[in-house]
Structures are given as structure tokens and as C-alpha cells.
């Protein structure tokens, strides 16, 4: 079973950067699809950045599109999600998760099994 440990959210000023990484086990994530996810107070959660098996091709949703970028090492079984020029809209918590198919990522994410505990990113204005 997949096992998601996702770290690196906090406390930052609108404008500001935060780098997320998660550390995926229990797969072989080199087969894997991988996508970040934020789920705003209140609010469900929705897919922010996907990024293909071997990173060659990545996806963005509007809100994020230039301001984030998602990456992974596969050797390190970890994906990661740089955020920049960050906004207080980008309030949430944040998971990554992921699908052997490549467009599977891009599923509602209420389908997927099991999450990690996610990060928690405040931006303040």
C-alpha cells in the first residue's frame, strides 16, 4: 500500500516561497504519476500540479500556472512542489498522491484509496 509523507508547509507573507516535498513508499514510485493536492479551509480538495512517470511532462491548474512548479527524483522517491510568489488564496493543506496510469492523477481526488497527513501552508497578506 502507498504511504505518503508530505513536509515542508508553514507560515509565509504573501509574495513569499515554500518548497514541499513528499517521500512516497510502498510502490516503486518511478511507476507512478504523481500530483499535489490543496484543500483550502472549508473547502474539498482539488488537484494543483501533476507531473508524468518520468517527469518529462507537467500540468498546472489555472490558480498555480507560473507561480508553482512540480519536479521529482525518482532515485529519491520523493516529488516536490516550489511555490512562489505566493498568495493568500494558496491556504490550505497540502498532499500528493498518485496513479500508475498517467491521466490518473487527474481523477477526483475523493477516488483515491488513502493520504498522507499533508502540510499545512498559511500565507499571510
Known amino acids: 500500500q502507498v504511504q505518503l509523507e508530505e513536509s515542508g508547509g508553514g507560515l509565509v507573507q504573501a509574495g513569499g516561497s515554500l518548497k514541499l516535498s513528499c517521500v512516497v513508499s510502498?510502490?516503486?514510485?518511478?511507476?507512478?504519476?504523481m500530483g499535489w493536492f490543496r484543500q483550502p479551509p472549508g473547502k474539498v480538495r482539488e488537484l494543483v500540479a501533476a507531473?508524468?512517470?518520468?517527469?518529462?511532462?507537467?500540468y498546472y491548474t489555472a490558480p498555480v500556472k507560473g507561480r508553482f512548479t512540480i519536479s521529482r527524483d525518482n532515485a529519491q522517491n520523493t516529488v516536490f512542489l516550489q511555490m512562489n510568489s505566493l498568495k493568500p488564496e494558496d491556504t490550505g493543506d497540502y498532499y500528493c498522491?498518485?496513479?500508475?496510469?498517467?491521466?490518473?492523477?487527474?481523477?477526483?481526488?475523493?477516488?483515491?484509496?488513502?493520504w498522507g497527513q499533508g502540510t499545512q501552508v498559511i500565507v499571510s497578506s
Open positions: 498522491n498518485g496513479d500508475p496510469h498517467e491521466q490518473g492523477v487527474l481523477k477526483d481526488p475523493r477516488t483515491f484509496d488513502s
Open positions: 507531473i508524468t512517470r518520468n517527469g518529462a511532462s507537467t
Open positions: 510502498g510502490v516503486t514510485f518511478s511507476s507512478y504519476a
